[in-house]
């Protein structure tokens, strides 16, 4: 098996609103986030890609124009936006773009991340 990873960064906002009252994450609070996505397959491209690196500009444009300096809430249009939620969010983004793709994690912070991998 062939496995290729990007990381991608943005900053934004949320909110666990569903959260108890007196639980920091029920704040409204912001993260630089980072991203990686995974992509893999049996066998490379004719080129001897999994997929060209150049290919996944898509996912910045998206993750520039539709996530950076937002507010994910909104975005989204969901009350609980955690780091598993925008795995599988950017996941779905991916797949429907990219066979190949295997998992996305989401950082909020140096220390923490979340993986869909289905």
């Known amino acids: 098996m062939y496995k290729i990873t990007k990381e991608f960064h943005f900053s934004a906002s949320h909110q666990l609103c569903e959260m108890p009252e007196d639980h920091p994450c029920a704040r409204l609070h912001g993260h630089n986030y980072v991203v990686v996505v995974e992509l893999s397959c049996e066998t490379l491209d004719k ?29 989204f249009d969901h ?32 220390k923490t991340w979340a993986e869909y991998r289905p």
């Open 47 to 75: 080129y001897g890609f999994v997929v060209d690196f150049t290919a996944l500009k898509p996912l910045k444009r998206y993750i520039d124009d539709e996530l950076d300096h937002r507010h994910l809430n909104e975005v």
């Open 79 to 110: 009350d609980q936006v955690t780091s598993e939620f925008l795995a599988t969010e950017i996941y779905s983004w991916c797949k429907q773009r990219w066979d190949e793709t295997s998992a996305v994690r989401v950082s909020e912070t140096p």
